[in-house]
Nanobody
Framework: QVQLVESGGGSVQAGGSLRLSCAAS????????LGWFRQATGKEREAVAS???????IYADSVKGRFTISKDNVRNTLFLQMNNLKPEDTAIYYC???????????????WGQGTQVTVSS
């Protein structure tokens, strides 16, 4: 079974940067998309960024221009480069794969374990 293992979270000050990674074990199918979601304390999980099999990317308005999603198909690794971080970016970040879509929680077929990102002001 495919497993997703995230790394790269941590604590930074506002304006700082972090790079999240999500390593996938061997795929047993070709996902339609890979994505990053986040969940802040007391809030619902939300889509942050997604990348599709054709290379297209979609970002939440709140992170456009600051976050970049990318993938290494050879190493089966998904990345999220986060620049100019803000306190409101504080959340647990999850990587996800889906054959249906990566902007809706209910469409996600497999989640990573999550990695904490904390941004202080």
């Amino acid at each position: 079974q495919v497993q997703l293992v995230e790394s790269g979270g941590g604590s930074v000050q506002a304006g700082g940067s972090l790079r999240l990674s999500c390593a996938a074990s061997e795929y047993t199918y070709s996902p339609y998309c890979l994505g990053w979601f986040r969940q802040a304390t007391g809030k619902e999980r939300e889509a942050v960024a997604s990348i599709y099999s054709d290379g297209d990317t979609i970002y939440a308005d709140s992170v456009k221009g600051r976050f970049t999603i990318s993938k290494d198909n050879v190493r089966n690794t998904l990345f999220l480069q986060m620049n100019n971080l803000k306190p409101e970016d504080t959340a647990i970040y999850y990587c996800a794969i889906s054959r249906l879509g990566c902007r809706v929680v209910q469409y996600v077929e497999l989640w990573g374990q999550g990695t904490q990102v904390t941004v202080s002001s």
